[in-house]
Structure formats: structure tokens, C-alpha cells
């Protein structure tokens, strides 16, 4: 049988403070092997491997609760999944760390330009035409229909397809997820749009003007080499579609599977 460790011979066998040993001792992830005569904490050379996987786990910023999990279960394919959904957590920490230090270096504020990060939704899209800052009426009609179905909108949006003094384009409505398409006209296409983080202007000006909006987000987009991961959207919110951002996406964000 090996010898048995105090807390102060495990802290320095294993380079972890006394004070994160208890602390990890409150939060069940590891308890020492026993007690010695004198009453004070004793631990096992197991225990090694043990406390350098829940610190390492910390440090990767893996929540405690999760760690009570792993260090329970016994099955190594699901031990195997929750590391894997770990990495994507921390790659979509990364992803949106690096687009963070992009837009402070971009002296992005002076530009009226904001970074926000959109939760996936699904949208679904219906094809309109219409001259410039003309679509209200088409999103009136197609809201109507959608209401009368008794399916909840959570915001709406335009994508430019072609043309210059009529415009084609699809206006989309983000709806909840699993609710029932099978009752609409004409619908397009229904779109699950990721998760994203996207670059985005707000667009104060007459809708005439809206194009200046475009270039201005597109040239900034250009200037510090953002690479768009798909289309503009045109963002619209409130009752008379008044409040319009424009968004770039610039990054998906997967998503794991806790």
C-alpha cells in the first residue's frame, strides 16, 4: 500500500495551492483518501492523476458541475462526448475572443459599427418585389397570415437577391423552432440561420439612402478583412419597421451538444 500524503505533501507533489485542494474538496470533485491520527487530510498517490484532471478541466474553464459528472461516469463514449462538447465550447470562446480584439483594433465605434451575437433561429422567407423602402407592405401582408396562424414572429428580416430601381428580395420572420409551416402560401424557403456573430450598422436615414448603408458596412468590412459568411441582413423591428440594423455575419458559432 502506498503512503499516504498530507495536504501539504500532496499540494507540492502535484503543484496544486492547499486552498484550491479544499476548495475542490467543497465542490465534491475530490476528497482526500482519509483522516491520520492527528485528525488532518491525507491523500493517495490515485489521487494524483485525479486533481490534475480537475484543475486542468478548470483551468479550460470547464463548469464544476460538469467536472462532478465526468469524474462519475464510468461509460467512456459519453466521457469521450462531453470532452468533445467541451472543445466546441472553449473553439466558440476563441471564435468569439478573436472577433472581439478585431473590432476594438478596428477603432470600430468612431465608425458607428457593433458587434452582436444572434442566437440560431429558424426564419422562414417569401419572395417579394418592391421599389426601394417599399417592402412594409409586404411584411404587413405576410405578418397577417402568419398571425392568423397563431405563430409568434420574433423579428423580421430582408435579403437583397437583385435589381436596383424595383428590387427582388426575400423577407424573412424568425419563428420559434417547431412550429408547423404546412398552412402558409408561397413560403420560399424555411431557413435554420446558426447562430453568428455578426458586424452590424444602425440605419437612421431615409430609406432612399439605404444603399450608402451597404457600401459603409461592406467598405468597412473590406478596410479591416472581415470575410462575410453570407449574405446582409436587413434587421427590422417594431410595429412600423422603423428600427433597422443592417448585419454582416462574420462567424458561426457551433453548437455542441450539452
Not at 24 to 45: D, W
Not at 82 to 102: F, P, Q, Y
Not at 216 to 241: C, H, Q, V
Request: charged share 25%; with cysteine; hydrophobic share 40%.
Amino acid at each position: 500500500m502506498s503512503k499516504l500524503m498530507t495536504i501539504q505533501d500532496f499540494s507540492e507533489r502535484t503543484g496544486i495551492s492547499k486552498s484550491a485542494l479544499r476548495y475542490y474538496e467543497s465542490k465534491n470533485l475530490l476528497r482526500p483518501a482519509g483522516r491520520n491520527s492527528n485528525g488532518y487530510r491525507v491523500y493517495s498517490e490515485t489521487q494524483v492523476a485525479i486533481i490534475k484532471l480537475v484543475s486542468s478541466l478548470r483551468l479550460a474553464d470547464v463548469p464544476i458541475k460538469d467536472i462532478q459528472v465526468y469524474l462519475k461516469e464510468k461509460d467512456e463514449n459519453i466521457r469521450k462526448n462531453m470532452m468533445d462538447d467541451w472543445t466546441v465550447m472553449i473553439k466558440k470562446r476563441l471564435d468569439i475572443l478573436n472577433v472581439s480584439l478585431r473590432y476594438l483594433e478596428s477603432d470600430s465605434m468612431n465608425d458607428q459599427i457593433y458587434l452582436i451575437e444572434k442566437a440560431d433561429e429558424n426564419i422562414i422567407w417569401f419572395s417579394a418585389e418592391s421599389e426601394t423602402g417599399k417592402f412594409g407592405e409586404h411584411f404587413i401582408k405576410r405578418g397577417k397570415e402568419l398571425e392568423k396562424l397563431n405563430i409568434p414572429i420574433k423579428s423580421c428580416y430582408l435579403k437583397y437577391l437583385s435589381g436596383k430601381d424595383l428590387i427582388k428580395a426575400h423577407i424573412g420572420f424568425g419563428v420559434p423552432f417547431g412550429i408547423p409551416t404546412s398552412g402558409l402560401s408561397e413560403v420560399e424557403l424555411v431557413e435554420h440561420l446558426a447562430s453568428c456573430i455578426y458586424i452590424a450598422l444602425s440605419f437612421n436615414a431615409p430609406m432612399t439612402e439605404i444603399q450608402n448603408g451597404y457600401w459603409k458596412l461592406i467598405n468597412y468590412a473590406n478596410e479591416n478583412k472581415w470575410i462575410p459568411t453570407g449574405s446582409i441582413l436587413e434587421w427590422y423591428r417594431g410595429d412600423d419597421f422603423s428600427n433597422l440594423d443592417l448585419l454582416m455575419p462574420v462567424t458561426k458559432l457551433e453548437k455542441g451538444r450539452i
